[in-house]
């Protein structure tokens, strides 16, 4: 049911997506040199890397690291980044990797290749078998304010208590933190 339902969703998604998504991309081409999409390696599930699609936020030749571990991550912002980080529409060409079947809707957010710790601890609980999220229960619970010990103890509470209106209901949450741009810090 889960696929479908992501399968669907993302499907509806695009289509009625389509003009904002154009938009984001002539704004991110017009206001910084280099290509309107990021494509990040990133883990899936059961630790599988797959190629995930950002609208691109960083300038070209930003290194690949988590933003929180850049001494100063405001410098490798392009002009448009902020506005597209704090009104999450870099996360817009995910819609792909969810039709896809790399993402779903609702799971713990893909981790990045390099992220150790994070992968580590989603593995010990269970976390890494299913697949990740455009958002998760630790994106409408504090987002980058989240210590990673915390983002997996939720990941792992995610994972437990999943079912389509809890997913539903991470949706719906998910849209109130984006339109109040609530747990974003860079």
Not at 86 to 109: A, H, N, T, Y
Not at 142 to 154: C, F, N, S, T
């Amino acid at each position: 049911m889960k696929k479908f339902f992501d399968f669907t969703l993302s499907l509806i998604a695009l289509i009625v997506l389509l003009p904002p998504i154009i938009l984001v991309a002539v704004l991110v081409k017009v206001t910084s040199p280099g290509p309107v999409l990021y494509w990040s390696d990133r883990v899936g599930r059961h630790n599988r890397i797959f190629r995930m699609p950002k609208f691109r936020t960083m300038r070209t030749g930003t290194p690949a690291v988590a933003t929180h571990l850049l001494a100063d991550p405001k410098q490798f912002l392009t002009p448009a980044g902020p506005f597209l980080r704090k009104s999450s529409l870099d996360e817009l060409p995910q819609l792909w990797s969810i039709l896809c079947g790399d993402m779903s809707f609702v799971g713990p957010r893909p981790a990045l290749f390099n992220q150790q710790d994070l992968i580590e601890l989603r593995t010990q609980h269970g976390v890494s078998t299913i697949l990740p999220g455009l958002t998760g229960l630790a994106q409408v619970s504090g987002r980058d304010e989240l210590a990673i010990p915390d983002k997996v103890k939720l990941d792992a509470e995610y994972m437990q208590r999943q079912s389509l209106f809890f997913d539903i209901k991470i949706i719906l949450l998910t849209f109130l933190k984006v339109v109040r741009r609530d747990g974003v810090t860079h």
